[in-house]
């Protein structure tokens, strides 16, 4: 699982507790309401009633602030569901784009997609019906075309860029707090 991944489903329970939250004030809120303004009715004057009375108000402007911060947390998770799939869909040109560059064969192409998913070498073989040697051989190339000398520079290569752009982003926040 990703760390993005985590980070939605997390994202998921905030909104379903801050729902059965929200939903649990609103019942306490009739309550008091109702007892308050039976309350108030009878004994206009009575601390207990004024009580009763500042409860339900509070209550009712925490269901007010619950349901903004539900608002929040749904937005925000919307924001991180699009960004993933953008970055999915960014990173996937990227790389084909990339192997073109590299002049990659399209059974290159699959065995460096299938290295960079984390596959080691007899994985790949099995998946794409060959013998390990020929992957092996392949990966080699892939590499020399590339100019790195192995899987992790090969990885590398294309998270670099994703995270040096990150690191500018928050180089520039940190420069303006």
Request: hydrophobic share 50%; net charge negative; glycine share 8%.
């Amino acid at each position: 699982m990703t760390f993005t991944g985590i980070n939605l489903r997390q994202g998921r329970r905030e909104t379903t507790a801050l729902a059965a939250f929200m939903l649990l004030q609103s019942v306490a809120a009739i309550f008091f309401v109702g007892d308050a303004f039976t309350d108030l009715v009878t004994d206009v004057s009575s601390p207990h009633s004024i009580f009763e009375f500042f409860v339900a108000f509070v209550l009712i402007v925490g269901i007010f602030l619950a349901g903004w911060q539900l608002r929040l947390t749904l937005e925000r998770l919307r924001n991180q569901e699009r960004a993933l799939g953008a970055a999915r869909g960014d990173l996937a040109r990227i790389i084909d784009v990339q192997f073109a560059e590299w002049g990659l064969t399209p059974a290159e192409s699959d065995v460096g997609l299938l290295a960079l998913k984390g596959l080691d070498l007899s994985e790949i073989a099995q998946l794409r019906g060959a013998a390990q040697g020929t992957v092996r051989a392949q990966l080699t190339r892939i590499y020399a075309k590339a100019g790195v000398s192995g899987r992790h520079q090969f990885a590398a290569w294309f998270v670099e860029d994703l995270l040096q752009d990150g690191l500018a982003d928050r180089a520039t926040v940190s420069a303006e707090a």
